[in-house]
């Protein structure tokens, strides 16, 4: 009996280990666990849960099972173990982590109503490459495209307008002596 608890635990260490890794370097795919497509299933058991919870009763059965515990000690300490380890990670970790991913897709989005410098010129119908400062300080250069009927060559100075995962979508500021474009006189 005790050569299959043991191996029952080193499977289930095994299998957290597995799931936890592969979602370190792949990240969460799927949806989660006993949702029909409306976001109405657990909002807490997902895979990486459910692999967090099986590294937790792996290292707490396992670690109880080489201390001598008795099979039914050793199922307890499992249970607890996998309980504060699930408890940890989705109320420490994973509200820090959602939190930074937040803040990169803010980041992103304050782009829009900054001035840059074209670094690589921009082609009507192709992409090149600006260089701007974003609202902290930080020096960014991003890959971006205009809907301008001109070229906008290299060291002209542009607006951006919008963003998406990928560039930065640009104009041309008037009155630039790069771009050739002037203000309309007004009276």
Same mark, same amino acid.
């Given at each position: 009996m005790r050569g299959r608890v043991d191996i029952f635990y080193i499977a289930c260490l095994a299998?957290? #280990?597995v799931g936890v890794v592969g979602t370190l370097v792949v990240g *969460?795919?799927?949806?989660? @666990?006993?949702? /029909?497509? =409306? =976001?109405?299933?657990l909002p807490f058991l997902n895979l990486t849960t459910v692999a967090t919870a099986? @590294?937790?009763? %792996? $290292?707490?059965?396992?670690a109880a099972t080489l201390l001598g515990f008795g099979t039914t000690a050793a199922a307890v300490?499992?249970?607890?173990?996998a309980l504060v380890l699930v408890a940890v990670t989705r109320g420490v970790l994973l509200p820090y982590l959602l939190r930074q991913?937040?803040?990169?897709? /803010?980041? &992103? @989005?304050?782009?829009?109503? #900054? /001035?840059? $410098? $074209?670094?690589?010129?921009? *082609?009507?119908? %192709?992409?090149?490459?600006i260089a701007f400062t974003d609202t902290e300080g930080n020096r960014v250069r991003s890959r971006a495209v205009t809907a301008e009927? /001109?070229? #906008?060559?290299?060291?002209? &100075? $542009?607006?951006? =307008?919008?963003v998406d995962e990928q560039v930065v979508h640009v104009v041309s500021i008037p009155d630039d002596p790069h771009t050739g474009l002037r203000m309309p006189e007004s009276n």
């Open positions: 299998m957290g #280990l *969460e795919v799927g949806s989660e @666990l006993g949702t /029909t497509g =409306g =976001g109405d299933g099986f @590294l937790g009763i %792996g $290292v707490g059965g396992g300490t499992a249970a607890c173990t991913q937040g803040n990169s897709h /803010t980041g &992103r @989005l304050s782009y829009i109503g #900054l /001035t840059g $410098v $074209v670094i690589l010129s921009i *082609e009507p119908d %192709g992409w090149g490459e009927a /001109t070229a #906008l060559p290299a060291d002209s &100075r $542009v607006y951006i =307008g919008d």
